[in-house]
């Protein structure tokens, strides 16, 4: 029985991202993370797969910068790391990147559940998770807060979803799909001896033809990436007592129909 967790590199957040001369999108020097949402999913691929009896797999879409997360991923626990990546591969579309990631996550043996972090920072989506749910034909579980029971020898899973309304649990037949909120635990930091195993791994690459697919046809296409306009701004300090000043703020704010 296995367990997939997808993940990702971002820039860190304190980065300054720009586009670069050339058209393309840098961040310069700076760091890239585990996609903050990922740590949660990660963290829950740990402790289903070992209440389960199973194992752990890691898998991000994408070219080398994901290596990081991967093997951040082997250093909190997980017990194997994978990256697909391809020339005719663009994994920032989400139908390519769920067409990639389904066709994976068939090639891993006896597959029960894969577990998505709520979205992806960098692209400000989660669409691509609940395609890789209708690519594979499975039951899409989101805002999943807490994994109540499951029972693989059944088949079923029962979880806790949280909306902004409240709260809902729901009880389906596996294999499931899952987007975890940061509810749902407390992410483990890797151990010192994690961290040197994982930094000796060598990661597998998976390519399209190694998944017996091909890329689907792009339904968007990028012509430019352009930095944001300059914007002025000007700051005032408002003097005077609490009252004073409340008066004078509220005032300009309805001056500028902010109000």
């Known amino acids: 029985m296995s367990i997939i967790v997808f993940t990702r590199s971002t820039p860190d957040t304190a980065a300054k991202v720009e586009v670069d001369g050339s058209g393309n999108v840098t961040w310069g020097d700076a760091a890239t993370v585990v996609n903050p949402w990922d740590e949660y ?5 740990i402790v289903q797969a070992k209440n389960g009896g199973g194992k752990a ?15 951040h991923s082997l250093a909190m626990g997980l017990d194997q ?4 990546e391809d020339d005719a591969l663009d994994a920032s579309d989400a139908l390519a990147y769920a067409t990639a990631a389904s066709a994976a ?9 894969v577990i998505f972090g709520k979205e992806s920072i960098d692209v400000g989506t989660d669409q691509h998770a609940y395609m890789t749910a209708r690519k594979l034909g499975w039951t899409m579980l989101s805002y999943v807060s807490q994994i109540i029971e499951v029972d693989y020898e059944a088949g079923t899973i ?10 809902q649990v729901v009880t389906s037949q596996l294999p499931a ?23 000796k791994a060598q990661i597998p690459v998976w390519s399209l033809a190694d998944l017996g697919i091909s890329a689907p046809t792009a339904k968007t ?39």
């Open 81 to 84: 790391a994978i990256r697909v």
């Open 177 to 199: 799909v899952i987007t975890v909120m940061k509810e749902i635990n407390e992410p483990r930091y890797p151990s010192f001896i994690g961290i040197r195993k994982a930094s």
């Open 105 to 113: 996550v068939k090639k891993v043996d006896d597959a029960k559940l």
């Open 41 to 45: 999913a990660l963290e829950e691929g």
């Open 57 to 71: 797999s890691v898998i991000a879409i994408g070219g080398e910068m994901h290596n990081d997360a991967l093997k």
């Open 221 to 259: 296409q990028t012509l430019a990436f352009n930095n944001l306009p300059a914007r002025e701004v000007k700051t005032e300090m408002i003097e005077g007592e609490p009252e004073e000043q409340a008066r004078i703020l509220v005032d300009k704010l309805l001056e500028e129909k902010v109000l």
């Open 158 to 167: 029962k979880v806790e979803k949280m909306y902004e309304q409240g709260k």
